[in-house]
């Protein structure tokens, strides 16, 4: 008998692009289309069972088991390290983890290097491998405002377009690692359930690549 | 209808200690507590977990045991007997990763330190079968060997930094990461071939030790396939070979660990409930020219399985009030718990007990109300 696939979606526009490809693999889910306030919708002639939660959220329903498996960027695996297995690059959700400060701005090395970020356990290790003493500021949103109240010399955060950093007056000064979206398992749910989602994830890996 | 309801966790333990018993292993009681030099000594074995530490009273910095197999190490490595088999059930303690906070985890395993024989070898792997089995019957031994991994790795000219990344990505079953670091590195097709086997390598034993086969490439990664299949043979010889795959997902970048290594899963429990291998490197690091294989059973990661919450507090809740006589009491107790009926009896029921059924004495006789399913 076929098990249900439980998948944690990233709620938004990623999300919407994620759950458009596990359509056009045979995964669809007519009632996830329905609006209402339901949060859990299934097909169980798919086989799948869809669940909108917080992108940040996803590494974490898929290591505990809650999903079988998910998308999230590799900025969040970055960050937390989930113990998941990363099954393949979807290639969508395109952007970089770089450092941006006020145009114009140049490092003085004479001292502790403020940063402001979302990722602080990438920012520290991106300056550990540079030597460099930083103080990290946790912040949960609006980054940008932080260099430009002098809160912080610069910040570590996602750029997609750079159109946000422009309408500030900063500017990307350094890539720190590409982003994009990745397919996760849970590890224990890929043993027990490996057929049903080795399927999934050939069917999704296939029509990724055709369309490359 | 039993009164004694062990938990999983209790079950767990006493069925575990009998099968190790049964197979000749003795049990070693240890003291909670070890100098600390120990870990500061072996700290990659520990693989940077933090240490909960202390000063004894005369000034000696202590730890609380955040590892059980260091400590029969230390101390078989001293004695000088030939082989040792013993088997334990204690707890450590160790921060979670999540919360980052220190957690206390119950653990029963088994070491065999000594001169470690194919038979020895197949005998653990097979206990440690036989352990999941006595859990859950839904439950996955996954097996893979560090010598091929290394061996394979020794054809790279790859850092060690570099191999530990590779060991990483096969830990994510990260496929892409591994074929870009071998483009970066020029490592030769063969190998570039083989370690993206490995990595997306799973299933069950007898059908992808074929394929290993066919990319092992020196004697190294021979007589790893050589050292699995006789393990295998082993198992099926004790009718375990079901529910056991090859997967390379499992290994460690602890250099500890040198030969065969195992990992056991139980459905309904998200991450492996036992870890073991073979770990002569640590035995040699203490001075001992032996070999030493061994694995845990993370008993508290079993608290959630089976069973579902209870649904009753108690069978039976006995009403009585002030005028009720004690040897009457005392009677109708007697005469509920002697059916095999736990009894609660209280003054007035104020809906915090759950139970099955309700007790009351009417004329010194014990009336029961409600059916006992």
New interface residues.
């Given amino acids: 008998m076929a098990q249900m696939i439980n998948v944690a979606l990233p709620k938004g526009r990623l999300g919407e692009k994620v759950l458009a490809i596990f359509e056009a693999c045979g995964y669809d889910c007519p009632s996830i289309h329905e609006t209402n306030r339901k949060l859990i919708f299934e097909n169980e002639q798919a086989g799948v069972r869809y669940f909108w939660v917080k992108p940040s959220d996803v590494s974490i329903y898929v290591?505990?088991?809650a999903a079988d498996i998910g998308v999230a960027g590799k900025d969040i695996l970055l960050e937390y390290a989930p113990?998941?297995?990363?099954?393949?690059?979807l290639d969508i959700g395109k952007c970089r983890m770089a450092v941006a400060a006020c145009k114009g701005f140049h490092d003085n090395t004479e001292r502790t290097l403020r940063v402001a970020t979302k990722f602080p356990n990438i920012a520290s290790a991106f300056y550990a491998k540079k030597g460099r003493d930083i103080d990290i500021i946790k912040l949960n949103g609006s980054i940008e405002i932080a260099p430009i109240l002098k809160m912080s010399d610069v910040i570590v955060d996602i750029v997609e377009t750079g159109t946000t950093l422009k309408e500030n007056n900063l500017e990307p000064i350094e890539t720190i690692v590409p982003i994009s979206a990745r397919l996760i398992s849970?590890?224990?749910?890929?043993?027990?359930k490996?057929r049903e989602i080795?399927q999934l994830a050939k069917a999704i890996t296939d029509y990724c690549e055709a369309k490359k | 209808m039993s009164v004694v309801r062990f938990t999983n966790e209790e079950m767990a333990v006493m069925s575990l200690s009998s099968l190790y018993a049964r197979y000749g292993f003795r049990q070693f009681k240890m003291s909670k507590f070890e100098e600390y030099d120990l870990y500061a000594e072996n700290k990659d074995f520990l693989l940077g977990s933090s240490v909960i530490t202390f000063t004894d009273t005369n000034g000696k910095l202590m730890a609380l045991k955040p590892d059980v197999t260091l400590s029969i190490v230390k101390s078989v490595s001293d004695t000088h007997l030939n082989t040792e088999k013993v088997y334990y059930s204690e707890n450590v303690y160790r921060v979670d990763k999540g919360t980052h906070q220190y957690k206390e985890l119950m653990q029963v395993g088994l070491e065999c330190i000594g001169d470690i024989d194919l038979y020895s070898l197949s005998e653990v792997v097979m206990l440690a079968k036989k352990s999941l089995c006595e859990i859950s019957e839904r439950n996955i031994l996954d097996i893979s060997h560090m010598g091929f991994l290394n061996g394979l790795l020794d054809e790279t000219k790859l850092s060690d930094k570099q191999k530990s990344a590779v060991i990483g990505y096969i830990r994510e079953k990260n496929t892409i990461a591994i074929e870009q670091i071998c483009a970066d590195n020029f490592v030769s097709e063969s190998v570039r071939k083989a370690l993206v086997l490995l990595t997306g390598m799973y299933g069950p034993f007898s059908m992808k030790i074929d394929e290993l086969k066919k990319v092992s490439c020196n004697t190294a990664t021979d007589n790893a396939v050589k050292e699995l299949e006789v393990i295998y043979e082993f198992l099926k010889a004790c009718g375990c070979e079901n529910g056991v795959n090859i997967d390379f997902s499992i290994v460690s970048d602890s250099g500890y660990y040198n030969g065969v290594v195992f990992q056991g899963f139980i459905d309904g429990v998200p991450t492996s409930v036992l870890t073991g291998g073979s770990y002569d490197n640590l035995v040699h690091k203490f001075g001992k020219d032996a070999g030493a294989v061994g694995f845990a059973v993370y008993i508290d990661l079993l608290e959630r399985l089976m069973g579902g919450d209870k649904a009753y507090d108690v069978d039976v809740l006995l009403v009585y009030d002030c005028d009720t006589q004690l040897s009457v009491l005392a009677k109708a107790l007697d005469k509920i718990t002697s059916d095999g009926k736990s009894v609660r009896a209280v003054t007035n029921d104020n809906g915090n007990i759950k139970y099955r059924q309700r007790a009351e004495i009417v004329n010194g006789e014990v009336k029961l109300y409600g059916s006992d399913d």
């Fill in positions: 290591e505990r088991g113990d998941v297995y990363e099954l393949y690059d849970n590890k224990v749910s890929y043993k027990f490996n080795s």
